[in-house]
């Protein structure tokens, strides 16, 4: 393979994923969940792949995080009425 420093890419990126996992252990068990999404990015003028790329890992983080909350929570629940059984 090549590595010519010379040779400016001519690719043009029309895609981008992430995936956020996150792992935590509640009570005695360990619960990981992941969040991914794929976006397409429009071939127009004034897009910013950068703030595109920084806006999806935003978007990706904050779901796997409110994701694992609301099952912590729910988890926290469920064993506060089975302790009041």
């Given at each position: 393979?090549?590595?010519d420093t010379?040779?400016?890419?001519?690719?043009?990126?029309?895609?981008?994923?992430a995936?956020?996992?996150v792992?935590?252990k509640?009570?005695?068990?360990?619960?990981?969940?992941?969040?991914t999404e794929?976006?397409?990015?429009?071939?127009?003028e004034?897009?910013d792949?950068?703030q595109?790329?920084?806006?999806l890992?935003d978007?990706?983080?904050?779901?796997?995080?409110?994701a694992m909350?609301?099952?912590i929570d729910f988890?926290?629940?469920e064993?506060?009425k089975?302790?009041?059984k």
């Open positions: 393979m090549s590595n010379n040779y400016t890419s001519k690719a043009i990126t029309t895609q981008i994923r995936t956020s996992r792992s935590a509640i009570r005695e068990n360990f619960y990981t969940l992941e969040f794929e976006r397409t990015i429009p071939q127009i004034g897009v792949l950068e595109e790329r920084k806006l890992w978007t990706v983080n904050s779901e796997a995080d409110n909350n609301e099952t988890i926290e629940k064993f506060e089975r302790k009041k």
